[in-house]
């Protein structure tokens, strides 16, 4: 396995995309997101896993995004998502609002290859009601209960963090096993890693249950602290004051604009509009 | 001397422990809810504590799914839920205010609500603002219920309501909250000037009892240990501690 570089692996992502991220204690890649700002991605469809943090702010505030469909767009102890506020605000973005196991129980329908799946709850939130994807049934078995079946998710393209990747090109993210259910069920998948190891995870009994088959992924680049400011694992931790700088920066358009000329295009030229 | 935040942790540790549970699930951004679960073990009850957010040590195995499962079958007594506004029948609205999604006042979003309130087997919702802006006669959007109707699979509802002023009590045959304590420095007619929704009062409604001096030893000493790495702001905030570097 020959890792790509981080730019090589934002240019594969197309605009328009539906690209789906982990939150910020799942392993997001948060150098992917910067990647894709500076190359000025366009229009993408957002999926949070199940719900969205840092990178998804980010991106939304560099114009990156068109949509969101997510259980919640937060900042954790840092508070709400500012840019994702504003541009829902201003129009400049569409949410499809869904609860935390919706999101997981439409990639388990996709991993398994079936076209929807049922998940109790959701009767008598307004969710439900701005879904006309989601439909309620009665139960084909008999008991009258009435329950909600959800339509297969599969994303264009899923990204996240692992801690690294090994000669075989499988990756490793331990105990964040949603990231495996998310590999299984996208299109394609893109990883980028702390650092490639000699071996394969695989022929390991210790490290094959917290490792994804390189089957499911595409491509793998080298991020070092890629997932920062949110943490990975036991390799880092959450940066706080970080995200409260960012939460303070970026209740304006000015101040993210500022924010991103220093953290993520890092004296780079800046991608023309 | 205690702060409000000590206050209402023991407050809910009370109500923890007013019925059987075996098993707690904390969500996100619940510092005081944790800490109150966590007051529960130092004192020695025998529960199990599933912390979402905890990252080294985290109870998940399976992926951040496994919690929904878990509740799924019936295998969390306890969760704490929120909202943006909360109405008189329980109704959560963590969506927002104004036109959907949200176009005058966006909250995050509505995270586990629409599923955790129907199937944990209760929930203690806990919002520490309490004004007529938060406690309303009826929510703008329901993320979550309060109550279903019949042919609805709902294994629990709210228990309580916890307030930075009071303790409201929910009774879900009919789907209205009893105030049942009032903290220190509030009455009735406080609470009711400040609540949105209207709620039965029974009698004498007691003040909110005090934390204990061994209460506090022990949310400014183990429980403040264990919660560092999850919630740094708060443990600096409220117990003046910072985590190592």
């Not at chain 2, 025998?46 to 295998?75: A, C, I, M, V, Y």
């Amino acid at each position: 396995m020959t890792p790509i570089s981080l730019e090589a692996m934002a240019a594969s992502i197309p605009d328009g995309a539906s690209l789906a991220l982990p939150p910020d204690n799942s392993l997001p890649s948060v150098a992917l997101a910067k990647a894709l700002i500076r190359r000025g991605a366009k229009g993408l469809r957002l999926i949070g896993v199940p719900i969205s943090g840092f990178a998804t702010d980010i991106l939304i505030g560099a114009g990156c995004v068109a949509e969101v469909e997510t259980s919640a767009v937060t900042l954790g102890e840092a508070g709400f998502a500012p840019r994702f506020t504003a541009a829902l605000k201003e129009g400049r973005i569409r949410i499809r609002d869904a609860t935390c196991p919706a999101m997981h129980t439409m990639l388990q329908a996709a991993e398994k290859g079936v076209p929807f799946m049922p998940l109790r709850g959701l009767i008598g939130s307004d969710i439900l009601a701005h879904r006309p994807d989601w439909k309620v049934v009665e139960s084909p078995f008999g008991t009258g209960e009435k329950i909600a079946l959800l339509p297969a998710l599969q994303p264009d393209v899923a990204a996240f963090h692992a801690v690294m990747a090994d000669s075989a090109g499988n990756v490793w993210v331990g105990r964040r096993r949603e990231c495996a259910t998310l590999a299984h069920a996208s299109r394609r998948v893109l990883v980028t890693v702390e650092r490639v190891v000699e071996g394969n995870f695989l022929e390991d009994e210790r490290l094959c249950p917290g490792a994804i088959s390189a089957t499911y992924v595409e491509a793998v680049a080298i991020a070092e602290r890629g997932a920062q400011p949110a943490a990975l694992l036991d390799e880092y931790g959450f940066d706080t004051a970080h995200v409260l700088d960012y939460a303070r920066a970026a209740r304006t358009e000015a101040g993210f604009a500022e924010w991103c000329a220093r953290h993520v295009f890092d004296g780079r030229a800046v991608a023309a509009e | 001397m205690f702060k409000p935040e000590e206050l209402l942790a023991t407050t809910i540790a009370r109500l923890i422990r007013e019925a059987p549970t075996r098993h707690i699930a904390v969500g996100a951004a619940s510092p005081i809810p944790a800490a109150a679960c966590w007051l529960c073990v130092k004192q020695g009850d025998p529960l199990r504590l599933s912390l979402l957010h905890k990252r080294t040590g985290n109870p998940f195995t399976e992926g951040s799914r496994e919690l929904f499962d878990l509740t799924g079958q019936g295998r969390v007594d306890l969760f704490f839920l929120g909202g943006g506004e909360i109405d008189g029948q329980a109704n959560l609205n963590l969506i927002g205010t104004g036109e959907w999604p949200g176009m005058a006042v966006r909250f995050p979003g509505s995270f586990g609500s629409a599923f955790m309130y129907y199937m944990a087997g209760r929930t203690i919702l806990f919002r520490e603002e309490h004004s007529p802006r938060v406690l309303v006669e009826r929510v703008a959007h329901i993320s979550a219920p309060g109550v279903s109707e019949p042919g609805v699979f709902r294994r629990g509802h709210a228990q309580a309501l916890v307030t930075g002023r009071c303790v409201f009590r929910f009774h879900p045959e009919r789907a209205r909250f009893s105030l049942a304590s009032v903290h220190p420095g509030e009455s009735v007619e406080s609470v009711r000037a400040m609540t949105g929704f209207a709620f039965d009062v029974e009698g004498e409604v007691p003040e909110t009892p005090a934390p204990t001096e061994a209460e506090l030893a022990l949310l400014r000493g183990a429980v403040c240990d264990e919660m560092l790495e999850t919630y740094p702001e708060f443990c600096a905030r409220v117990f003046g501690r910072k985590a190592a570097a």
